[in-house]
C-alpha cells in the first residue's frame, strides 16, 4: 500500500505530540515528523486521517511508546554534568540527611533517564557519599521510551557511556564482562525504572512532597513551553519542602517558576523548592521576556530606535498577566526615559524614572533601569540596594545580577562580581555583557585564558544582542563601539576575533 502525507496531516500529528509528550518540533522538523508518520501508516496500513484522529482521541494507548523511540533523544553518560553531583554529594544530600524524618530514607526522581546512566550516578554517589547505614535511599527513574527502560534495566555499558567516569570509580562499580561493562548488583537493585509520561496527568507521580531531589535535566528543553511549565509545577509540588532541583546546563527556572531559589555553588548550578508554593496558574502566562519583545518590535520598525523601546514597553505591559487593555486605562509612559538614556541625559533619565507612579514602584523592568541609571550617575550602593528589591520580587532577574555584578567590581569584590555575572550568564545565555564584563575581570587579573573563552563568546553574542538591552546595558556604547572594545581586549589575550 503507498501512503502520502499531506502537510496538514503532518501538523496535526505535530500538534498531537505536542499535547500528549510535551514535546516541541519546530518548523525544520517536519519533514522529520512527515517520515516518521509515513513509516507508522505504512507499518499499521491504515489512512492518516484514521490513524490521527485515533491518536488525537486516545484511542490508541501504545502509540506513544512506539514513536518515543523515533521522537526522543535518548543522549546520556555516566556523572554527566559532574559538578551537579558534587553538589549533591557535598551539599544537598547532607542538607536533606539533616531534616530529622522519621524514616531514614532519601527519596530522588530522575526524570527522562533514558537508558539509566542518570539514576544509576545518583545511586553510587548516595554509596559514596552516605557511610551511615541506617540511611536508605530509593531512587525512582521514569521515561517515555520502554526502549531506552530496557536498556537500562539490564545495567550494561560500553566503555563510550563511562567516558566521563573516573577511572577508580569505574573499577569500584563495574566489572567488565565480554567486552561490556557491568554494573554492580547493589547499585543496579538501588532504582526502580518505569514508564512514565512526564506531560501526563499522573496523581502518583507526582504525589505531594514526596521527592528530596529531582533530576530532570536535558529533557524539558525539547518541550513547548507551556508544557514545560506545567511540568516544572508539577516537580514544585511533589517536591517537599526545601527539595532540589536538578536541571540541563542549558535549561533554566527563568521566566518559568517562582517557586525555586537560584543555587550555585561546586560550579554547578541548580534549584532549591521554596517553602511556599504559588497557586497554580489556569492558564499559563505567555513565555515572553521584555528583551523579547522588544527585539520582535525592532525587527518589525523601521522608524527610530526609541519607538521600538515604546512598542516593546507598551506590549510588555499588556502581556503583564491581569494588565487592563492598553487603551482603557493610560499607563505611564517610560518612552521620554529612555528617550534621556539614549541622549545619554543619565541624571535627567534618573530623576524621571524615579516619578513614576507609586504603582509602578515594584515595576521590575523600571527597577532594573532605576538601577542601571544609578550606575551611570555613580550611585553605587543605590543601585545595589535597587538590585536587591528587584531580585526580591523575580529571584531569576539576570539584568539585576549583571548590575550587581557591576556594583560588585566598583567595590573592590571581584569575586562578587564574577558571582553575579555568572548567575546572569546561566539564567540568559543570550546575555552579552556579563560575559564581556567577565572577561575584562579575567584579563585584568591575567586569567588570560579565562579572558579568552569569555571575550570570544561576548563577542559572538554582542553581534546579535538585543538593541533595547544595548542601549539599557551599553553604558553610552553602541554595538560597534562594544564589539570594538571587545575585539581589542580579546587580541591583547592573545585570541583571535
Ligand atoms: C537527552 S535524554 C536525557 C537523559 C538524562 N536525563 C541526562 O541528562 O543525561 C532525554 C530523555 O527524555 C525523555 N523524554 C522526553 N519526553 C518525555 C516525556 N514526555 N516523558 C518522559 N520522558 C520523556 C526521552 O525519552 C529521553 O530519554
Known amino acids: 500500500m503507498s501512503v502520502t502525507v499531506e502537510p496538514f496531516l503532518v501538523e496535526r500529528f505535530r ?69 551537579q553531583f558534587r553538589a549533591l554529594a557535598e551539599r544537598v544530600l547532607p542538607e536533606r540527611m539533616r531534616d530529622g524524618r522519621p524514616v531514614r530514607t532519601l ?24 557511610d ?31 567516558r566521563d567516569t573516573a577511572p577508580a570509580r569505574r573499577r569500584r562499580w563495574f566489572l567488565e564482562q565480554g567486552g561490556e561493562l557491568v554494573l554492580d548488583e547493589s547499585i543496579r537493585r538501588a532504582v526502580r525504572f518505569e514508564p ?20 530532570c535535566r536535558n529533557v524539558l528543553m525539547y518541550f513547548e513551553p507551556d508544557r514545560m511549565r506545567q511540568v516544572i509545577d508539577r516537580i514544585a509540588r511533589s517536591l517537599a519542602p526545601g527539595g532540589f532541583l536538578f536541571l540541563g546546563h542549558a535549561e533554566t527556572l527563568r521566566g518559568v517558576s517562582e517557586d525555586f531559589h537560584l543555587c550555585h555553588t561546586h560550579d554547578a548550578f541548580y534549584y532549591q523548592r521554596k517553602d511556599a508554593l504559588h497557586p497554580p496558574a489556569e492558564t499559563p502566562p505567555p513565555v515572553l521576556t521584555p528583551a523579547r519583545v522588544a527585539a520582535e518590535v525592532a525587527l518589525q ?76 550617575d555613580g550611585k553605587i550602593a543605590a543601585a545595589a540596594t535597587v538590585c536587591r528589591a528587584l531580585l526580591a520580587i523575580d529571584e531569576l532577574h ?74 539599557l546595558f551599553g553604558g553610552g556604547f553602541n554595538r560597534e563601539a562594544l564589539v570594538g572594545l571587545c575585539t581589542l581586549a580579546l587580541k591583547d589575550c592573545g585570541g583571535r576575533a
Open 132 to 162: 551511615d547505614p541506617s540511611w536508605d535511599i530509593r531512587i525512582r527513574a521514569v521515561d517515555l521510551s520502554p526502549a531506552a527502560l530496557e536498556k537500562a534495566a539490564r545495567g550494561r555499558y560500553t566503555a563510550w557511556s563511562l
Open 301 to 376: 520598525l523601521d522608524g527610530a530606535f526609541v519607538d521600538a523601546i515604546r512598542g516593546a514597553s507598551e506590549r510588555v505591559a499588556a502581556l503583564m498577566p491581569g494588565a487592563a487593555p492598553a487603551a482603557a486605562v493610560p499607563r505611564w509612559d517610560s518612552a521620554p526615559v529612555f528617550d534621556l538614556l539614549q541622549r545619554e541625559r543619565f541624571a535627567e533619565a534618573l530623576q524621571a524614572v524615579r516619578a513614576r507612579p507609586a504603582d509602578l514602584s515594584g515595576d521590575p523592568d523600571l527597577l532594573l533601569l532605576e538601577a542601571m541609571l544609578l550606575t551611570h
Open 107 to 130: 527519596s530522588i526522581l530522575s526524570a527522562g533517564c533514558a537508558t539509566g546512566e542518570e539514576a544509576y550516578s545518583l545511586a553510587i554517589i548516595f554509596r559514596e557519599a552516605v
Open 398 to 471: 539576570a539584568g539585576a545580577h549583571y548590575v550587581l555584578a557591576l556594583c560588585g567590581e566598583h567595590g573592590g569584590d571581584i569575586a562578587e562580581a564574577a558571582e553575579h555575572d555568572r548567575i546572569a550568564a546561566y539564567l540568559d545565555p543570550g546575555f552579552a555583557m556579563p560575559r564581556l564584563h567577565l572577561g575584562l575581570l579575567a584579563r585584568r587579573a591575567g586569567q588570560r585564558e579565562a579572558a579568552r573563552r569569555e571575550l570570544t563568546q561576548a563577542l559572538f553574542l554582542l553581534e546579535r544582542e538585543d538593541p533595547a538591552r544595548l542601549l
Open 196 to 215: 512514565r509520561n512526564l506531560a501526563a496527568e499522573d496523581a502518583e507521580l507526582w504525589n505531594p512532597g514526596s521527592y528530596d531531589v529531582v533530576f
Open 15 to 83: 500538534a498531537a505530540l505536542g499535547r500528549q509528550t510535551g514535546l516541541a518540533f519546530d518548523e525544520q522538523r517536519l519533514g522529520f515528523l512527515g517520515d516518521v508518520l509515513m513509516r507508522r501508516l505504512a507499518r499499521l496500513g491504515r489512512s492518516g486521517e484514521a490513524y490521527l484522529a485515533a491518536l488525537e482521541h486516545g484511542k490508541l494507548p501504545d502509540e506513544i511508546a512506539v514513536l518515543a523511540r523515533d521522537l526522543t533523544v535518548p543522549e546520556t553518560y555516566f556523572f554527566r554534568h559532574n559538578d
